[in-house]
């Protein structure tokens, strides 16, 4: 058939792909996987449905077996044996109030007839019947710990007695079976899965604490022992059943809170005579902490439970009972006690400072930065010893026990033997917890009585032991200061001195209080005094000895100082509580108290302080001055002429020896004196540099801008008017003053202030207001300068002169000009928040020194003196009583306390009646020179600063240093005729001359070379009846052109005894 169209019309399209689906393969994917998780989800469905009916079924099963058993078991034992009537208790069940009442029938049943209990032991069914005896302990225990005051929880207990002790077993049991019974028990109830002693301490703090009555209490306490004593009694406490009992009795039974205050006595005492103390040493002391961390302890923490632990071991070991312990198994006590304390956090222990005063005052501890009037109670000289971020919150018993842990008894029991690692670790523990107890556990040591030898008993017996028998020996280990980079760390975390540090450590710590109390005099005796000096009038080491250890120590302090960073943190080799970061603060202190003794009279050959050689002292110093931001640290800057900071340095490097800095501060002896002078005047310099740099960028410096302070001051008004004019300036008066002296008649005097008349009006004005005439200042027996403690010096008009005083010598420090003052070695170890001691007190108060010092070493009983915690001031005829702790006049002294007290009274002598005075004066004195400059230095040191050298004058560094003006040069015959002349003088003649043109008399502490100006002489007249006059501001002295030897040394002599000076010639 043909088919003809001619007309138009749509060609259709034939897709010759093969494809014809509209849905891409993604979307039937995604249907394919959906149709398949239906059918899974199905099939889960059906057999979930399924077991769900299997379940549904069983538990219809059971309930109708457990009512049948139920019922058969209620209708009594009848003709069933115990093995059947048991079992269908067990599947009846017990919980639920039926199931408890079926258990209490139960117990009631045996307990009544008691050889039912152990019939079946006598047949074939032996073991069957104890394993179900085991299974129904189970279910006593958890209706004993769920109530105590259930009628039926004393039949629960007897039952669970007579299966724990063997001895309550009938006779006609074979000793043997017996044992194998309770050990069962013993097995199956201790393990944590059956809780037995996490059931028992629910059980014991169920019951009201003041219920002493309780029938339950004394069955508690049998079964709660029954384990350790069966395990013992069978020879089997060598076993780790043994041990888990053991750890489980502690954590669970012996951390409740105020357990013997729980129990009657006989409680009390059978725990004491049963427990097995002499066995401590099988506890994994780790185990047993993580036992005491996890648990759950109702209305308290796990922290709380530690410290519990720690009081009641106490009270169930009392002194007496300690004292015969073997020297194991005191150790193993020891130890056991010290894990407690060093898994409590820092300062755990320790009272809040508000609200409570539980902890007794008189046993506080005395910060040495502290100048509280009142109720001292601070942390220990150190910020290594961080504030705990929790304070447990113990009852006043248990504070009150564990405060006998620090107190006389008990510290005389404990030091019963020889001081071992075990005592020194122990105390070091407890210290880290309770760090305000330090010293009046420290205290109680020192008062501990000397043996009949120097060499035995007491404090003194206690640190020449432990020095000779246990440092001695092995100090070597540590290395010293000489080793760097990760040796220097190996040496001191190696596991291999873990038995040194404590011990170590131990005698830091008492070594430094004992010296806190010891004079001179004493530090330098090794003998003991006789008559009434019975004990402690002498070092228990040699001066020899103290050189060694505190060499040895202080190569260990260095090196925690340089590697701060990196083991600060990290905790001491045997000792858990202790870091090394609290470690160089105490062995720091130890350090400073060694050397300033040193410094007074030395007893070590040159340089034994000395850890650096040049180059590592050219780092420190150079690492202090990038941390203080000074263009002095840049690499391209010679810090001291010759490259103590080498052009290869880089900033990097320097600043990675930033902790290095902090040996200046802390231990600046180990650094040469000169190179720390010089970093002082490095300080100074930059600190000039950058105000300096302020004021040429146009900076408003001060509020002065560029403007120079001015001041009009008239002779003989210098400070009425300096005050005045430069009291309220603060560290404005870095900038240079200007100063116009006006005479007697209302005249300027003429000349400009190119520094020298500054100098002149800085030195007058320094003699002015450190007169004592003035009231500000007292003056001691060695006319040394100390503030005035007089009510009256605290007013705030007398602070603001104090703060001015501070200023003034801010500024002679800040413009290297010496002041011809000396401050009393007290005062100057408060202006570098250093320690002071006792010794200082003899040029205070040599009467109450003397007094103190008699009472230190009264062989009679302190009471006899009839001293309490008060001291009495006189002023101005009215005598003041101020309280040393809270309610003083009612704490007597004592032969425990009398160490606290001779603390506290010399606290309060050289601290606290000048704190407000002090505090004013560094004020000042802190807006011109930054406190951590002047720390580079010990408190001789720093007079010397102040004041310069007090050693004789160097005529030869005098003349090499001295300048001539006019007429005069080295050659000319006047001026050798003066130095013929001063060559023949004494020092105080010298001295004088020194005075006399430069208005101090001692020379500057590096040397003449460092007098600015120098020392410069000029002529004058020709005439021989005039005499030399001086001009202090430019240290210039005016000499006469005399005519012979005989007449310069007369005319000299006349004008530096009259004192003829600035101005008269």
């Known amino acids: 058939m043909q088919f003809s169209f001619s007309g138009p019309g ?97 117990s009631t049943v045996f307990v009544a007839a008691n050889d039912s209990l152990y019939a079946p032991f006598s047949t074939r069914d032996g073991t069957r019947w104890l394993d179900l005896l085991c299974r129904v302990s189970v279910r006593l225990l958890q209706a004993v710990s769920a109530s105590t005051q259930s009628p039926r929880t004393l039949d629960h207990l007897v039952i669970l007695q007579n299966l724990l002790i063997p001895e309550r077993m009938p006779k006609h049991i074979n000793p043997t079976t017996a044992q194998d019974i309770a050990r069962s028990m013993v097995t ?25 009555s309780s029938p339950a209490l004394l069955p508690l306490v049998d079964i709660a022992l029954a384990p350790l004593i069966l395990l013992s009694t069978t020879g089997e406490n060598n076993g780790i059943v043994y041990q888990e009992v053991l750890e489980r009795f502690l954590a669970s039974i012996l951390s409740i809170a105020s357990l013997p205050y729980r129990l009657p006595i006989s409680a009390v005492t059978r725990i004491s005579s049963r427990f097995p103390f002499s066995h401590l040493g099988r506890v994994d002391l780790y185990s047993l902490v993580r036992k005491l961390e996890s648990l759950d302890v109702a209305g308290g923490s796990a922290e709380g439970a530690k410290a519990e632990l720690a009081a009641n071991l106490f009270t169930f070991l009392p002194p ?111 210290w880290s917890a309770w760090p305000t107890r330090k010293d009046a556990t420290l205290a109680a040591i020192l008062s501990l009585p000397m043996g009949p030898s120097a060499k035995t008993g007491g404090a003194y017996g206690i640190i020449k032991g432990i020095w000779r028998s246990q440092i001695r020996p092995v100090i070597g280990m540590l290395g010293d200061g000489a080793v760097e980079g990760a040796k220097a760390l190996d040496l001191l975390v190696d596991e291999s001195t873990e038995a040194l540090w404590p011990p170590l450590v131990f005698l830091t710590v008492l070594y430094t209080h004992m010296l806190r109390t010891m004079s001179d005099d004493e530090f330098f005796s090794t003998q003991i005094g006789q008559g009434d000096q019975a004990q402690g009038a002498h070092n228990p080491l040699s001066t020899s000895e103290v050189a060694h250890l ?14 701060e960073a990196v083991i600060g943190t990290r905790r001491v080799p045997g000792l858990g509580g202790i870091t090394f970061g609290m470690v160089r603060e105490w062995g720091t202190e130890l350090l400073q108290g060694v050397c300033l003794r040193d410094s007074r009279r030395q007893f070590t050959p040159e340089g034994h302080w000395l850890m650096v050689d040049a180059s590592d002292a050219q780092q420190i110093c150079a690492a202090a001055l990038l941390e203080e931001g000074s263009p ?149 027996k060695q006319h040394e300068l100390y503030p005035n403690p007089h009510p009256y010096a605290k007013e705030a008009g007398q602070l603001e002169w104090f703060r001015f005083v501070g200023r003034v010598l801010g500024k002679a420090l800040y413009e290297g000009i010496l002041v011809d003052i000396a401050f009393a070695p007290f005062f100057l170890a408060k202006m570098l928040g250093r320690q002071s001691y006792i010794n200082d007190l003899a040029s205070l108060d040599p009467e109450l020194y003397q007094g103190l010092m008699f009472l230190k070493n009264y062989k009679g009983n302190p009471e006899e003196l009839s001293l309490n915690f008060t001291v009495t001031d006189e002023y101005l005829g009215e005598l003041v009583v101020t309280n040393l702790v809270t309610n003083g006049a009612d704490q007597p002294v004592t032969a425990e306390n009398r160490y606290l007290y001779i603390l506290m009274v010399a606290h309060h002598r050289l601290k606290t009646q000048i704190r407000k005075q002090t505090e004013a004066f560094m004020e000042g004195l802190a807006d011109i020179i930054d406190a951590k400059w002047i720390r580079m230095f010990n408190q001789q040191e720093l007079q010397m600063l102040i004041g310069g050298t007090p050693g004789p004058i160097d005529l030869d560094d005098l003349r090499a240093n001295c300048v001539y003006g006019g007429l005069y040069d080295e050659s000319h015959e006047v001026i050798k005729m003066f130095w013929k002349v001063v060559k023949s003088m004494n020092q105080d003649e010298r001295r004088a001359l020194l005075r006399f043109v430069t208005s101090c008399s001692r020379p500057p502490l590096l040397g003449f070379k460092e ?41 000299l002599l006349q004008a530096i005894s009259s004192n003829a000076g600035f101005d008269l010639s």
């Open 1011 to 1051: 007098l600015n100006p120098h020392f410069a002489i000029r002529d004058a007249t020709s005439d021989d009846q005039r005499l030399p006059t001086s001009s202090t501001c430019v240290n210039l002295l005016k000499l006469p052109r005399y005519s012979s030897e005989r007449i310069m040394r007369q005319k």
């Open 550 to 563: 505190g060499r040895a120590l202080l190569g260990v302090i260095f090196r925690l100082y340089l590697h």
């Open 10 to 106: 749509k060609a259709r399209k034939i897709n010759l792909a093969g494809s014809s689906s509209s849905q891409s393969s993604e979307a039937l994917l995604r249907e394919a996987r959906a149709k398949r998780e239906a059918r899974e989800t199905e099939q889960r469905r059906q057999k979930s449905a399924t077991r769900i009916a299997l379940w549904w079924r069983a538990i219809l099963a059971t309930r109708v077996v457990r009512k049948k058993y139920a019922e058969v078991f209620d209708a009594g034992p009848g003709q069933l044996s115990p093995i059947e009537w048991t079992r269908y208790l067990l599947i009846a069940g017990t919980k639920g109030e039926l199931g408890e009442a079926r258990l209490g029938r139960w």
């Open 188 to 212: 199956t109830l201790v393990p944590a899965k059956a809780c037995m002693y996490p059931h028992l301490n629910h059980a014991f703090l169920s019951i009201d604490p003041k219920d002493k």
């Open 632 to 780: 002095a640290a840049d690499p391209e800057f010679s810090m001291f002429g010759s490259g103590y900071v080498t052009s290869r340095s880089t900033r990097a490097q320097l600043a990675s020896l930033s902790p290095r800095s902090k040996i200046l501060t802390h231990i600046p002896f180990s650094i040469p004196f000169d190179v720390r002078v010089q970093v002082f005047r490095r300080y100074v310099q930059n600190d000039w540099q950058n105000v300096s740099q302020r004021i040429r960028d146009g900076e408003t410096i001060y509020g002065l801008g560029r403007r120079r302070a001015h001041a009009v001051v008239r002779r003989g008004r210098v400070a009425e008017d300096g005050f005045k004019a430069l009291g309220g300036m603060r560290q404005d008066l870095k900038l240079p003053i200007a100063i116009t002296f006006v005479d007697q008649w209302g005249h300027e005097e003429a000349g400009i202030d190119g520094g020298g008349v500054f100098k002149e009006f800085l030195t007058s004005l320094a003699k002015e207001v450190f007169d004592s005439d003035r009231g500000l200042w007292l003056t001691s």
């Open 320 to 430: 007496k009972l300690l004292s015969r312990l073997k020297e194991t198994e005191r150790r193993a006590y020891l130890g056991l006690l010290a894990a407690v304390f060093d898994s409590l956090p820092t300062g755990a222990l320790d009272l809040r400072r508000a609200g409570s005063n539980l902890d007794r005052n008189t046993n506080a501890s005395i910060d040495v930065e502290s100048d509280s009037d009142s109720d001292i109670e601070m942390l220990p000289p150190s910020s290594a010893i961080a504030q705990a971020p929790i304070q447990l919150a113990l009852g006043p018993r248990t504070r009150k026990r564990l405060e006998q842990l620090t107190e006389s008894a008990y510290i005389t029991a404990l030091l019963s033997s020889n001081a071992d690692a075990a005592i020194c670790r122990f105390f070091l523990s407890l």
